[in-house]
């Protein structure tokens, strides 16, 4: 099974600040089988990213991710008050077919 | 527009059973893997279930494995969980997800419906 390990576990920030959040596989894999989801207090999981850096539909370009192997990286160029949430890296595999991240939270400074 | 929306959870007792439902509109329904997801209370994801398209295919994670059975009907367009045997550590939100056809992300998730086990 592929861990997946997202660091930090809280990032305290302003409005206006680029955020970056990481991701780190225990194996490398593919870089189609990435995606990060944002989730804010009380609500269901928004799928941001998928393939690592395709951004989805609807999802504002200041969100961009990277990465390759084993090492993949959320960017959020400019925080906006809305962006304050908690975020999770994700894998499609083969067994389990699907592993998230623990989450990094972003957190108003 | 897409819209899953799920219903069936509440409090059960350990070792008590409960069938969530999921239903989608929206998309056409056959063409999409589905899968469910829960998250336990202040938590993270866990990805549990999956199911194909036309209800061919499914995997479980170890943890369901034996206690939960996930299936499909596809003129009702909805998607069930039958959660058997259920454990205090089973408490959750659960979501169902639409696969988006892009390397098994989910782009669509309904609200979720917490699942509450204890005596």
């Known amino acids: 099974e592929i861990v997946l390990t997202q660091s930090p576990g809280t990032l305290s920030l302003s409005p206006g600040e680029r955020a970056t959040l990481s991701c780190r596989t225990s194996?490398?894999?593919?870089?189609?089988?990435l995606a990060w989801y944002q989730q804010r207090p009380g609500q269901a999981p928004r799928l941001l990213i998928y393939?690592?850096?395709s951004r989805a539909t609807g999802i504002p370009d200041r969100f961009s991710g990277s990465g390759s192997g084993a090492d993949f990286t959320l960017t959020i160029s400019r925080l906006e008050t809305e962006d304050f949430a908690v975020y999770y890296c994700?894998?499609?595999?083969?067994?389990?077919?699907?592993?998230f991240g623990g989450g990094t939270k972003v957190e108003i400074k | 527009q897409v819209q899953l929306v799920e219903s069936g959870g509440g409090l059960v007792k350990p070792g008590g059973s409960l069938r969530l439902s999921c239903v989608a509109s929206?998309?056409?329904?056959?063409?999409?893997?589905m899968s469910w997801i829960r998250q336990s209370p202040g938590k993270g994801l866990e990805w549990i279930s999956y199911?194909?398209?036309?209800?061919?295919?499914?995997f479980y994670a170890d943890s369901v494995k034996g206690r939960f059975t996930i299936s499909r009907d596809s003129a009702k367009r909805s998607l069930y969980l039958e959660m058997n045997s259920l454990r205090v550590d089973d408490t959750a939100i659960y979501y169902c997800?639409?696969?988006?056809?892009?390397?098994?992300?989910?782009?669509?998730w309904g609200q979720g419906t917490l699942v509450t086990v204890s005596s």
């Open positions: 997800a639409r696969d988006a056809h892009a390397g098994g992300s989910l782009d669509y």
């Open positions: 929206g998309f056409t329904f056959t063409d999409h893997y």
């Open positions: 199911i194909s398209g036309r209800g061919i295919t499914t």
């Open positions: 194996q490398s894999i593919s870089s189609r089988y």
């Open positions: 393939g690592a850096s």
């Open positions: 994700q894998h499609f595999g083969s067994s389990p077919p699907a592993t």
